[in-house]
């Protein structure tokens, strides 16, 4: 594993998180619930450090850093184990990461019940759609094992 190597998947996380967070965003133009996973992350993650809101800023930073952290975990674990074409494979990851943040992590966590349904009915179809965007652009950019 190379510098360059390391370098070029955290590319590929980058753009694909950038993906996410603007079609999470530009969802309501296409009918389904918006969901904001920047200003989630804030208030999960520095909410009681702050008075009043934390800076937007720092759950941009870590929606991000976790978007590079699945890419890596993409690139050198999973991709293996995966079938079809590297944006098949990429949709797939996705598709997993989806399923396992909604069925634990945000009912968990979050405490917004399994599959967003807290916030919307259909706010599962947003999240479902945005870790495939995701999941398709690692497939599609990252390089592997």
Known sequence: MTIGFLAAVAF????ATYGLLTMALWAGQLGLP?????????????GDSYEGDPPFLMGNFVV???GIVFALLYATVFEAYLFGTPVIKGAIYG???????????VPVFLREGFFLSK???????TSLM???IWGVVVGWLSPTL
Do not use: R
């Not at 590929?12 to 753009?15: D, E, H």
């Not at 598709?95 to 992590?105: A, E, K, R």
């Not at 916030?119 to 179809?125: E, F, G, P, Q, T």
């Open 64 to 66: 991000y850093m976790n």
């Open 34 to 46: 918006k969901l904001d996973f920047a200003t989630a992350m804030t208030k999960y993650t520095y």
């Open 12 to 15: 590929a996380g980058i753009i």
């Open 95 to 105: 598709t997993i990461l989806w399923f396992v943040s909604c069925s634990f992590y």
């Open 130 to 132: 945005v870790h495939v």
């Open 119 to 125: 916030i919307h009915k259909n706010a599962w179809i």
